[in-house]
């Protein structure tokens, strides 16, 4: 699976300089906010077992869906969408022999049975997610039946939400504050430390885990970034709206999650 560790600066400019120009024509060519009136599914590949990021949709609290047209409107669960999977996907290809599908990836509805097809989900703007008895049964089987979910992309008071949702799917779920010396840090790059602070806020990151049975010792289920987006850092990597060091240590953290999701 591993095929070189390439230094954080290195990295980022070699992956995201040689994108192909297959990829650059489809959705990864699309501008946040510029979809106009297609839909999100029409974005959808068919499960063929290349590993595709998966992203999950949901019925926000306080945003709006909009209609067609130029903006679709606030969704929450669509943020860096799909630049950010397109970038960090490049990132995974270069850098693993995983061989990841590179046009994007897929959304699915937390209750679509096709989830189960795929080993990781990446969920954002958790403080508005709204869940219903249906949908938290079965993300709550994805999860024990092996599933891994990346939660990012909340910061401040929208903890709350995050965590009523978080007891609809495990009443009696605990979690636990990871530190650097959790395998997850080292599964591919050896991360150092978890000094990291949120792009815009200032404010510094925590990480969380929710392991299987709430013991630290088993499988870990599910990563929780709070008050921290490392999405919007993989969003506008290319752009310099970021700062590249901040980018490559999202980029760490997101092939990191991935490879341990892919090996436990």
């Known amino acids: 699976m591993i095929r070189s560790v390439l230094s954080g600066v290195t990295l980022l400019l070699l992956a995201l300089g040689n994108v192909e120009p297959a990829v ?45 047209g130029y903006w679709r409107g606030d969704l929450k669960w669509d943020h860096d969408y799909p630049r950010a999977e397109c970038h960090l996907m490049k990132i995974l290809d270069e850098v693993t022999d995983i061989g990841p599908y590179l046009e994007g990836g897929n959304i699915l509805a937390v209750d679509d049975p096709e989830l189960f ?35 990012d992309d909340f910061a401040g008071g929208q903890w709350f939400n995050f965590v009523d949702r978080l007891g609809d799917l495990f009443p009696e779920g605990r979690l636990v504050e990871l530190d650097v ?50 999405g919007e850092s993989w969003e506008w990597s290319d752009r310099g709206f970021i700062p590249i060091e901040l980018s490559n240590e999202a980029y760490k953290l997101g092939v990191n999650y991935i490879v341990y999701a892919m090996t436990h």
């Open 181 to 230: 010396t959790h395998p997850i840090f080292h599964s591919f790059f050896d991360i150092e430390t978890l000094d990291h602070t949120h792009p815009y806020y200032g404010v510094r990151a925590e990480f969380y885990g929710l392991f299987e049975d709430n013991d630290p010792n088993k499988r870990l289920m599910m990563v929780i970034n709070y008050n921290n987006d490392i």
């Open 117 to 151: 097809k795929y080993p990781v989900a990446y969920l954002v703007e958790p403080g508005f997610w709204s869940l219903t008895e249906q949908e938290a049964e079965s993300l709550r089987s994805y999860l024990l039946k092996g599933g891994f979910l990346i939660v």
């Open 24 to 68: 650059a024509q489809s959705l990864c060519s699309l501008e946040r906010g510029r979809r106009g009136n297609h839909d999100f599914d029409e974005y959808n590949t068919a499960y063929d077992g290349k590993f595709t990021f998966v992203r999950i949709r949901f019925n926000s609290l306080g945003g709006f869906s909009g209609g067609g």
